[in-house]
């Protein structure tokens, strides 16, 4: 790891970047997101198994946005929310610098945004393998067995809101459930509540969620909410032939109409 | 009343658990995946664990639901007419395995939700529980209830208290009239202490909370708050999991002329709770939420409600998504 902790220390000594955003131990033999300022502290900087928190959340925090430049550690989840945070305009790329790490661990050199997209077009870009038995033995169920599935998964939901905001593509500055002049979805967490929430997510995230799982690892009471964005990446897959997090140039895909889109799913 | 000790053999435990179970409701906790353990009503002997650090959420919903209803009421032309709960319906609850940190909130919510006016659904919901508390022979990094005057084995809130014994049975100490009322239910599952030695999980003291509480009151404007809330991305696990954050909202739902009024679980995390409607929100941005939560549990309630409003089962920091250790940072608000 001593290729990125001197990257780290060289871009906040050159004044590259402000800040550094990585991971430091966490409690207990963990990792937690890291703030690195000072290039002394860089050697706080760590990367193994542990790291998994999805950084680009960060890039939209007022507080960091305030801290001017930065640069950024970015497994492959990360940098597919970059491209998408670029892509919907919530991130200049000039204002970020890339450290890539491999899926072996080891330091990328991501000069500019298009050597990390061919670094991306050279991976899956599907659900991760560890979901895939999961979607699928959800949907061998019945729509009845599914849904009486899900309404026992979301009787947990404790509308924390750890998945919404665990999620770098949810960053609006005002939830939809944050208006209350009407109340469009019950603030409650009640069966109903919890079912008008989590399906109100999924779909704001319907081609445009990048797989990378935050929001099931972020809940507090273990809800598997991960498996209804990713079922729907397959499903945006399966009917638009696009996946997102690919293209800084890409326009999200429910809310744009190209002429030659399929409506055989419109009933 | 006099505290008396007796010992539970593992058997008696069974028969003793089956015994509550049978005729009334009794909230236990079960295991329920490798990471969650979860209280329920009337779960099956076997299923119940003795051996979990902490539960995934607290008890507090048993004082505290996460819905309670307030009234009912049907708005007509002329006026709206209101339909008390009637709280006695509320039902008595044996709560069976509680660790001493969650039974310890009770008293402090009380000192919250009865601060000034009595808040009645609360303190009927408190009247009707029981609670047999387990002290804690387990405890991992998160857990400090040493550092908020508490031990793994307090018995603050509790009623009768059981300890592991060296050799596998229970000691039950048998401490108020309302556990006192259980025991003479089946008084021959309770037998004479044995002297074996009770089996305490160390805590270690992570922090002195007068020293922290006395450093507050100086330091609303220091850079230590958004420094150290940098990575808090601004959830409501931690107030959800505590067994002491007590804040809540109050919504109206209404169905045609019919309508109910409710409060729910809300958290100071959120942007929405201080939101004015003028459009200004005095806590913009998260690190001044950061600091409230630490303000109102370490400053402004022993000040106000003469109590931490934290008793140290570390629930918010192992449920928080991005490791917001607050025991550390009370550490560090020890030496600021």
Known sequence: MNSLVNRAKMLLEEKSVNVVIGYEAGTGGTARPAFISESADAEKLIYNEHCVHNLAVYLSKQEVRKMG?????????????ILMLIAEHQVDPENIVIMGISHDGSLLDIENIQVMKDYISKSDPGNPERYKDKLAELNKLSMEERFEYWQKELSKCI?????????????????????NQPQWISVKSDISGNMEWHILRAMHLAGRCI???ECGRACPVGIDCHLLTMHLSDQVYKYFRVYAGLSEKMSSVLSTYEPNDKENFII | METT?????KQSLEKLYNHLASSQKIYAPIVTSDKQVEFRYNPEFRDVTFEHIRSTLSVKNVVFPKIENLFYFTNTKEESIIKDIDLNIIPEVVLWGVHPCDSAAFDILRSIFCWDIKDEFFSKRLEKITVITLSCHKSDEFCFCTSVNLSPDSVKGSDIQLSLLQNGDYQAEILTEKGNELVSQVPDLFEQPSGEKKVIAGVKNKFDNKK?????????EHPFWIRNSLRCIG???CAFVCPVCACFDIQDETKGKDGRRYRCWDSCGFSLFTLHTSGHNP??????????????KFSYMPDRNNALGCVGCGRCSSSCPVDMNLAEQLEALQNI
Not at chain 2, 5 to 9: E, F, H, M
Not at chain 2, 283 to 296: D, P, V
Request: with cysteine; aromatic share 6%; hydrophobic share 35%.
């Open chain 1, 69 to 81: 430049k930065i640069g950024i550690v970015a497994a492959l989840p990360v940098m597919r929310s």
């Open chain 1, 159 to 179: 509308k924390c809101y750890a998945c919404r905001q665990a999620c770098p593509m949810c960053y609006c500055t005002r939830c939809a459930v944050e208006v």
């Open chain 1, 211 to 213: 797989s990378c799982g």
């Open chain 2, 5 to 9: 000790i007796k010992s539970l053999r």
């Open chain 2, 212 to 220: 922290v509480t006395s450093n507050l009151s100086g330091v609303f």
């Open chain 2, 235 to 237: 959830c409501g696990a």
């Open chain 2, 283 to 296: 806590r913009q941005i998260q690190s001044q939420r950061w600091r409230q939560r630490i303000m109102h």
